[in-house]
């Protein structure tokens, strides 16, 4: 260890550890940055509305996406079959959404947010965002923007699995 401490910004954010080579690594920081977004869900949404982060994903994209199929919620999650049934079952059996099968192919089901689902994916996207802008309030507008485009355009960088 270096008996010259690393600039703040080169800390960790608690604990104030030199982050050395971990500085400019993505996964690193996006990980950091976790601890924080975690937090806020879990006190502004996953508590109150007993719901984890992939269920409030789920049953927000299937609001901003009603008649949905189960493999396009897989693909867009990146997670099989049989893990985005066991999420929708649940889903469904809390009446947040429901199934209706295709009138032109009875093998395929569109999912649908209930009425109460779709209050309560508006909620929690309400909250989720207050929440986030109350905590990185040392974000302007404008970086928040710029952050949440780049770690989209990140994102899509994913392959198809």
């Not at 924080?36 to 719901?51: C, N």
């Amino acid at each position: 260890m270096s008996s010259k401490a690393a600039p703040v910004h080169e800390q960790t954010p608690f604990g104030r550890l030199d982050e050395a080579g971990l500085h400019g690594i993505l996964g690193y920081q996006l990980a950091q940055a976790t601890i924080t977004t975690t937090r806020v869900f879990g006190e502004r949404v996953g508590a109150p509305f007993e719901l984890r982060p992939v269920e409030f994903t789920i049953l927000t994209l299937v609001h901003e996406n009603p008649g949905v199929s189960a493999r396009q919620l897989a693909d867009a999650l990146a997670v099989t079959p049989p893990n985005i049934t066991m999420w929708i079952d649940k889903l469904e059996r809390r009446g947040l959404i429901e199934r209706e099968r295709s009138t032109i192919d009875r093998r395929a089901q569109h999912i649908r947010p209930t009425v109460e689902g779709a209050k309560l994916a508006r909620q929690a996207v309400e909250r989720v965002i207050e929440g986030e802008q109350a905590v990185l309030a040392v974000l302007s507008p404008a970086e928040r923007a710029m952050l949440i485009e780049l770690l989209h355009k990140v994102a899509r960088c994913r392959k198809r699995g």
